[in-house]
């Protein structure tokens, strides 16, 4: 699951790393609502299909 979520980050939302590293310049990211809308759509998806792959 951390490395899906850290793929949706990186490739949705430009967030290089989900590991907090006691920055404000590098934990705290500025993003868009439909941006945050794209990554939250593609956890789900995510979820979705990890539930049909386990129960076929």
Known sequence: MNETLADIAKKVLSI???ETR????????????????KALEAAYRAGAASVTTSTK
Request: a negative charge; zero cysteines.
């Open 22 to 37: 006691k920055m404000d310049s590098l934990d705290f990211h500025d993003v868009a609502v439909w941006q945050v809308k």
């Open 16 to 18: 290089e790393t989900l």
